[in-house]
């Protein structure tokens, strides 16, 4: 079976970069199953290891890390808008991640009750991996286009 480059949509994917989130989410969607099932385990054998809304945002945030950091080292995540604009969302994330993070962590710095007080942190922690590895894709971009610009003046 042949595969073309094709836009699919208005939203700039290909066809490729389609095939391949799709590949992701399923494996993604297995591992949260998987993950609720364990974390169920867990709370059964030994008791819940922190408040529910933390356990499920824990949950939630792992895979949805998993998701952005596979799909970005597939070329898959990033379809929509010039790559400038993609930038400029990846870092507003992650500034709106580190900038929650830590004024709820100053906030609640110390408090007995971090962990029932504190659930957003693996969302911020989340955001701000965003972030990171949307420099890491913009590098990367920037660092193929110089590879390339170099091949053609030789």
Known sequence: MTMSIMAVGDNGYDERQVLLRGKISN???AGVLAT???NGAVNDAFGPWGPALLQASVVASVWMTVFVVWAMGT??????G??????RFGYLLAAVGAVVAAVQGWRLWGSPEFLERAPTMPVCAFLVVVGVVTFIAERREARGQAD???AEDV
């Open 82 to 87: 010039g790559p400038a604009s993609r930038a």
């Open 148 to 150: 390339a610009r170099g």
């Open 27 to 29: 494996a993604c969607l």
């Open 75 to 80: 070329g898959a995540y990033f379809g929509s």
């Open 36 to 38: 609720v099932l364990v």
